[in-house]
């Protein structure tokens, strides 16, 4: 009964800020204008590539697969909301302190909020990117691979808040964390193979890369979504699951160690 | 007379563009880590960019006649100008804000040009990072001969003046529109894009685009019709593309402020 109530707590905290999320429908739609402008120059750019190298495929990609990789993997990155920013006016506030006595656990509550926004930014995104996609390259070859992205997204974007949360934590001692969270979306943007699939990267680095989280986030969703018939699905999950789990753990480690050290300015 | 009809105002004008300029440094630097991170953020940005196109490049060496060398140019120039606008003259992307808010009066009662006093009383310290990042990816890939210095300091002029003009144009939308700040931000943040990448790439309507209305194209192909071999046309191109922004950014301005309303936030410049 215990458990239950406890889950119907952030049930409705998810419900909130997904009610809150949806008065700026309209407002998320013009920002994700810029979602198009990237989109339109990638398929400039990936269009005059192919055509350069004269290949149906490049890296086992055909054109049409690496376009609606990058609407994928755009959508998704853009659907992100800043943890750090967050986090770094809680404590500069003084919010936190309210935060911490309520009777929720912390990262529990940032995690419903960061889903629930993830979930109405992550369909205005699909939803434009989509219909790019199917007006200028036609459906998707693998239709069956954008089924499962749904889960392999979900498992994404948690492994992303879990990453984030681990740095946006730092604000418990040094308040401010934008600058390294703006190194880590780098590395996702790069190495985490948002802005090209990790196959098109020299050996050496392709092998680095495969040990890394960092893979977890966007590119094992895209990859699933336009190459279903290259990705073992269960393995891919398994991946995330585990990356999950290990970073859930240094974010709650992190979160113990910090609460105890927090000096709380204002309130 | 008045202090500009006076002799010397020229020098006193300079004199008070650098002050402006040292003081906003001296403010920035009081938070030393924080200017530190703030810029070293921003050479990161750019960073994993050249990271990008560095393993763009070694998979396809040549794309529609441009190489890595051309790419690399292109990244110094265009976050070179944005950088150098937003350093020295910081304001130029917050002139809609500041017009829908009424916080034009404080710049309105001092007796300097009102243009110049908005543009140059902010200064963006991330913006130094793209300027630091500017000059040593053309340390690495430019030209560094004395015509290849010049071409390059050429280039960053030119693009600068496009940045900080196109910027106003868009902005002074809020004299006419009112709340355009979201609008004129989307339009800058598009003609930053599009310099990002060759126009070698686009073809049709998208050139098109790159020439007229966002004038991305006159700077992204500074690196192939200035540095790499100069082309008179292009050139006469983009000296009249500077032209035209510089005359109409500052005709604009000065028309959209005779409708300019008063708010009644208090401000002050020291």
Not at chain 1, 116 to 133: C, D, P, Q
Request: aromatic share 14%; with cysteine; hydrophobic share 55%.
């Amino acid at each position: 009964m215990n458990a239950l109530t406890k889950t119907f707590k952030y049930v409705y905290i998810g419900r909130i800020t997904l009610r809150n999320q949806l008065a700026y429908v309209v407002d998320f739609l013009v920002r994700s204008l810029f979602l198009l402008l990237i989109l339109y120059i990638f398929l400039q750019l990936w269009r005059t590539t192919y055509a350069g190298e004269g290949t149906a495929t490049i890296a086992g990609y055909s054109f049409r697969q690496l376009m609606w990789y990058l609407v994928v993997t755009e959508s998704m990155t853009l659907a992100c909301p800043s943890l750090c920013t967050k986090l770094e006016e809680e404590v500069k506030s003084g919010d936190v302190a309210i935060k911490l006595v309520r009777p929720i656990h912390f990262i529990a509550f940032h995690y419903t909020e960061y889903m629930s926004e993830v979930a109405i930014r992550f369909t205005v995104n699909s939803v434009l990117g989509g219909m790019l996609g199917l007006a200028v390259l036609g459906p998707p070859e693998h239709a069956i691979g954008f089924l499962w992205l749904p889960v392999v997204a979900f498992a994404g974007f948690t492994l992303n808040f879990m990453l984030g949360m681990t740095i946006a934590l730092s604000a418990f001692w040094v308040e401010e964390t934008r600058g390294l969270e703006f190194v880590y979306n780098k590395f996702l943007f790069t190495v985490g193979g948002m802005l090209m699939p990790i196959e098109l990267f020299p050996e050496a680095l392709q092998h680095v890369v495969r040990w890394l989280p960092l893979q977890g986030v966007v590119y094992a969703p895209a990859k699933t979504a336009v190459a279903f018939d290259s990705v073992d699905v269960p393995s891919l999950l398994l991946m995330q699951a585990g990356w999950i789990v290990v970073f859930g753990l240094i974010a709650a480690a992190v979160y113990l160690r910090g609460v105890k050290k927090l000096n709380v300015n204002g309130g | 007379m008045s202090d500009y009809a006076m002799p010397g105002k020229s020098k006193r004008l300079l004199w008070f563009v650098w002050a402006c300029w040292k003081s906003n440094l001296l403010g920035a630097m009081e938070f030393r880590l924080s200017f530190l991170l703030m810029a070293g953020t921003m050479l990161i940005n750019d960073v994993v960019w050249i990271i990008f196109w560095g393993l763009y490049f070694r998979r396809f060496p040549v794309v529609n006649g441009w190489e890595l060398q051309d790419v690399m140019m292109l990244w110094a120039v265009s976050a070179g100008g944005v950088g150098l606008m937003s350093t020295l003259f910081g304001n130029s992307s917050r002139i809609a804000g500041l017009v829908v808010s009424g916080q034009l009066d404080v710049y309105l009662s001092q007796p300097k040009p009102v243009l110049l006093h908005v543009l140059i009383s902010r200064m963006s310290i991330s913006a130094i990072g793209d300027v630091a990042f500017s000059l040593l990816v053309y340390g690495f890939y430019g030209d560094r001969s004395l015509i290849g210095l010049a071409k390059f300091g050429l280039a960053l002029a030119l693009a600068t003046l496009i940045f900080i003009f196109f910027t106003v144009v868009v902005n002074c939308l809020a004299f006419w529109l009112g709340g355009t700040d979201g609008l004129s931000a989307q339009l800058f943040n598009a003609l930053v894009t599009f310099t990002t990448y060759p126009t070698g790439i686009f073809r049709g309507a998208g050139k098109l685009l790159l020439f007229t209305v966002v004038p991305a194209g006159f700077i992204s192909y500074l690196p192939i019709g200035l540095l790499r071999d100069a082309d008179p046309l292009f050139m006469l191109g983009v000296v009249g593309v500077v032209g035209v922004l510089t005359v109409g950014g500052i005709w604009l301005f000065y028309t959209g402020l005779k409708r300019y309303t008063s708010g009644n936030m208090m401000g002050l410049r020291r």
